[in-house]
């Protein structure tokens, strides 16, 4: 398994922006597919958006489509989550991952996914 390290979150106005970070520790995941999913308080975890290894196919749930961008940079072992247009509906706790097996599409199904990052805040204030 890959250590994960998730960044970047904090309490922003609705209609603000946040980019959240992923790093891998220990080894290189520039051959694995990267996940983000979140959970609200109360709340299963939900996908949000995935990309392959190579950047060449994302996913992502409806409720983000157009708002959010997931990318990466291999070369600094990094996934990044741009957040646009927040709403309160975002707020949640944020967590990336790295699955089981990469596929392309990347999965987006929490269980499919067993390397997971320790979660950062975003909370979006009305």
């Known amino acids: 398994q890959v250590q994960l390290v998730d960044d970047g979150g904090g309490l922003v106005q609705a209609g603000g922006s946040l980019r959240l970070s992923c790093t891998a520790s220990?080894?290189?995941?520039?051959?694995?597919?990267v996940g983000w999913f979140r959970q609200a308080p109360g709340k299963a975890r939900e996908f949000v958006a995935c990309?392959?290894?190579?950047?060449?196919?994302?996913n992502y749930a409806d409720s983000v489509k157009g708002r959010f961008t997931i990318s990466r940079d291999n070369a600094k072992n990094t996934v990044y989550l741009q957040m646009n247009s927040l709403n309160p509906d975002d707020t949640a706790s944020y967590y990336c991952?790295?699955?089981?097996?990469?596929?392309?599409?990347?999965?987006?199904?929490?269980?499919?996914?067993?390397?997971w990052g320790q979660g950062t805040q975003v909370t979006v204030s009305s």
């Open positions: 220990g080894r290189a995941f520039s051959s694995n597919n």
């Open positions: 990309i392959t290894w190579g950047g060449g196919n994302t």
């Open positions: 991952a790295v699955p089981r097996t990469d596929t392309v599409p990347c999965g987006t199904y929490a269980d499919l996914y067993d390397s």
